[in-house]
């Protein structure tokens, strides 16, 4: 409990920092973090929790806290200290299970969020998922366009190879001892993969797995049963008699015990795991920057899409998030582009929904966040910005207000449709002709890379509407994000890609 109070208090001070809204990467990456999910996202990956399901150590076809965990140490684990090369860099090279880890991710990366930064978080969870300390988010960190040097350690090695390996990555002997503990604490040892240590028919779980300490969750039950002399842990007490895999014997003891003893205080388990998780997932390559620490924001707009509706209206989508769902009264204000009927805020919608947002790592944190979403009808003119009254305060984005800040091309996904390939369908101002409405996809393969521009064209299937005409193109539908783009009057309007309601998916 004091724990936990102590690392609420640094939260609070640390929460409004130097944010303002749109930042796309940060904006990401709080969503995934905090409430697990993105705006809009298609079905089949609405949510980054749902594919984790929780901590149960079942194989569920590679969607463990464990592997999560793991995927993650393997990908560090070719950072190399003295030339700055190698980190948590998506130039990971796996097999088996772990490749259902990264499968996990895939619809995650964008022209923003790289696929790193989504195993970066992939830890978060599944460290706090698991019941464990929170672990803090960096982000900013780029994917290698190659794969890596192989540098993960395997269990015959012998301990100056271990410490040479966590030497490299860039931890020191004691380092490495806690590390291990704190990844062996989830997950266990498979038999498909180590075949003499788990033997078929020893079956505790799904695919066979033997927990390292007999709990699943992120305990210290690796350290305590490991000093009582109670440990299950197949890489201390090896098969048969055989210490050729016994890994973690050779690096728990490589100290005299010592480091092990002090993590057998469940609070100091919990602070070093904290920090050394951290630390692992920010070892990046030397040349990658990386963002400040990724705070819960207490006033979060996503989603937001200006488009003309089924009824020959401007119709404005957005979702405000607050940290506390404790207010009484909700309401988005908007002055028009052009300031004459809603000059002074007095045009308002009440939100059309709200939901409290539940995960782990909010619940850990003691925040009880509420969603609102809008979805409201604007009058004769286009939006130029809107705010928020929250209980008679007013949230404009530290002054500005929210901008929109064009209409003249703006991306339909009511009518966009999605089937063998996805068509999207874009609105442009009828007072005047654009010579070109184009978009520029950004597509995802190993890695997410800008490629030809698509050009949409008049689609006289569709009735102008709201004061827009609409045009379409066809895409083939892999996965991928685009800004969309019109040229009118020799002037070039764009609305860029932000979130993820932009995205859609092969699978929906
Ligand atoms: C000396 C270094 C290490 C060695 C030799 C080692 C070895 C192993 C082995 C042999 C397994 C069983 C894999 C399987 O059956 O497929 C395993 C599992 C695991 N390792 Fe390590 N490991 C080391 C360090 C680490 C570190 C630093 C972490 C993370 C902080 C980590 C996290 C995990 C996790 C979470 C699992 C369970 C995976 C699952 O249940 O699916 N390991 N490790
Ligand atoms: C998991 O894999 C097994 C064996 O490959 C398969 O029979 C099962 O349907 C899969 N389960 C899920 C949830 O995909
Ligand atoms: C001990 O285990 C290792 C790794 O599985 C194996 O290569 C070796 O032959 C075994 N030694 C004995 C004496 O069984
Ligand atoms: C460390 O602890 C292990 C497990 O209890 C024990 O087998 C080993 O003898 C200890 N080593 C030392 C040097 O105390
Ligand atoms: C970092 O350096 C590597 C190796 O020289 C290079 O391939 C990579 O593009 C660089 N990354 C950045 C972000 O500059
Ligand atoms: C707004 O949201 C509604 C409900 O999800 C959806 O049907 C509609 O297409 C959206 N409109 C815009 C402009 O995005
Ligand atoms: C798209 O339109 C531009 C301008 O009209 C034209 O120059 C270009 O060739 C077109 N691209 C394709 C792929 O048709
Ligand atoms: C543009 O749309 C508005 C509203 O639907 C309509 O009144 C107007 O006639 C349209 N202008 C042109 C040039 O089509």
């Known amino acids: 409990m004091i724990v936990r109070f102590i690392q609420l208090l640094v939260f609070v001070q640390l929460v409004r920092g130097d ?5 796309p990467l940060i904006d990401q990456l709080e969503g995934l973090l905090y409430e697990g999910k993105q705006e ?26 464990a592997e999560w965990i793991r995927f993650a140490y393997h990908d560090m684990a070719t950072h190399n200290i003295d030339d700055g090369t190698g980190g948590l860099d998506n130039s990971i090279n796996v097999g088996g299970d772990l490749e259902a880890a990264m499968f996990d991710f895939i619809d995650f990366p964008n022209k923003y969020l790289f696929y790193s930064d989504v ?12 019941g464990g300390p929170v672990v803090a988010l960096r982000g900013g960190r780029i994917d290698a366009s190659s794969a890596g040097p192989p540098g993960v350690p395997t269990p015959d090695q012998s301990l100056d190879d271990f410490i040479e390996s966590f030497r490299k990555q860039g931890f020191t002997q004691e380092e490495m001892i806690a590390l291990v503990a704190c990844g062996h604490t989830v997950g266990g040892v498979h038999n498909p993969d180590f075949p003499t240590l788990v033997p078929p028919g020893n079956i505790q779980f799904e695919d066979n797995i033997v927990l390292f300490d007999g709990t699943p969750q992120f305990d210290n039950a690796i350290v305590t049963q490991y000093l009582d002399g109670t440990t299950d842990d197949l890489l201390v007490i090896g098969a048969n008699g055989n210490s050729t895999l016994s890994s973690d014997l050779r690096v728990f003891s490589s100290d005299g015990n010592v480091t092990m003893q002090s993590l057998a205080s469940p609070e100091n388990f919990a602070s070093t795991c904290a920090t050394l ?45 607050l940290l506390s769902n404790t207010a009484r009264q909700v309401t988005l204000h908007w002055a028009d582009r052009d300031s004459t009927t809603c000059a002074s805020g007095t045009c308002s919608a009440s939100p059309t929904n709200s939901a409290l947002v539940t995960t782990p790592l909010v619940g850990a944190l003691g925040l ?7 979805s409201t009808p604007i009058a004769d003119t286009s939006i130029g910005t809107f705010w928020f009254e929250v209980d008679g305060q007013v949230e404009n984005n530290g002054g500005s207000g929210y901008a929109i800040e064009q209409d003249r091309v703006l991306f339909v996904p009511g009518r966009s449709t999605l089937g063998a390939s996805f068509t999207i369908v874009a609105a442009v101002r009828n007072d005047s002709v654009p010579s070109r409405v184009y978009i520029n996809p950004y597509q995802r393969d190993t890695i997410v890379i800008r490629t030809a521009s698509v050009n949409l064209t008049l689609d006289a299937s569709i009735p102008p509407a709201a004061g827009y005409n609409f045009y379409s193109g066809s895409v083939f ?32």
């Open 277 to 321: 998780l951290g630390r692992m997932i920010d070892t990046v390559p030397s040349n990658v920057t990386l963002t400040d620490g990724i705070q819960p924001l207490p006033v979060k707009v996503a989603g937001v899409q200006l488009a003309p509706g089924q009824d020959d209206t401007l119709v404005l989508n957005l979702t405000l998030r």
């Open 19 to 23: 944010y303002h809204w749109p930042s």
């Open 119 to 130: 195993t970066a978080i992939g830890v978060v969870l599944a460290t706090v998922g698991c």
């Open 368 to 374: 009880s966040p509420i969603k609102y979403t809008f």
């Open 477 to 508: 539908a892999q996965d991928f994000t685009f800004d969309l783009f019109a040229e009118i009057d020799g002037m070039i309007y764009e609305e860029e890609f932000r979130d993820t309601h932009w995205i859609p998916s092969e699978f929906s």
């Open 40 to 65: 809009g996202l298609p079905d089949r990956v609405v949510d980054l929790l749902a594919q984790l399901n929780g901590c149960i150590p079942q194989d569920n076809n590679g969607s463990t806290a």
